[in-house]
């Protein structure tokens, strides 16, 4: 059913990705899918690394950590821009045609008041996503 899933990545937010990486995993190992991860880096990223090169790098040992964990295959695709806060959510729908998926599972946090007034990323995706988008909360 699935070929390609397709998982926007963080690694700010590592730890709450892995109920959703999970899932992601899953559905992979179940269709025999490919899966890549996905980040949008730049700017400053003082939490992470402090050059576009270093993050990609540590999204690759982070999507090996996956594929030895889950016994898959786990790609990593990072795109560098000038502001992440800004362009997230274009590159995020141009990476899926850019690996031609056909599905992204992505982790969310618990919605809030916030929300009434600004979307998520996971929102606006599935809002302008030509594919499905499985929205998987860490929470209970």
């Known amino acids: 059913m699935y070929q390609h899933i397709m998982v926007p990545v963080d690694l700010?937010?590592?730890?709450?990705?892995?109920?959703?990486?999970?899932?992601?995993a899953d559905l992979a190992l179940h269709y025999g899918a490919r899966m890549t991860l996905v980040s949008v880096s730049g700017g400053l990223q003082g939490k992470v690394s402090h050059s576009h090169a270093e993050y990609g790098r540590r999204l690759a040992l982070y999507a090996d950590e996956i594929a030895a964990e889950h016994g898959i295959h786990?790609?990593?695709?990072?795109?560098?821009?000038?502001d992440p806060s800004v362009e997230v959510d274009q590159k995020l729908i141009q990476a899926i045609d850019d690996l031609a998926a056909d599905l992204v599972v992505m982790a969310s946090h618990q919605p809030g008041w916030v929300e009434y007034f600004i979307n998520s990323h996971g929102g606006r995706l599935a809002s302008h996503a030509k594919i499905s988008v499985f929205v998987v909360r860490e929470g209970a």
Do not use: F, T
């Open 74 to 82: 786990v790609d990593s695709l990072n795109y560098g821009v000038p």
């Open 12 to 24: 700010a937010e590592k730890e709450g990705l892995h109920k959703a990486v999970q899932v992601a």
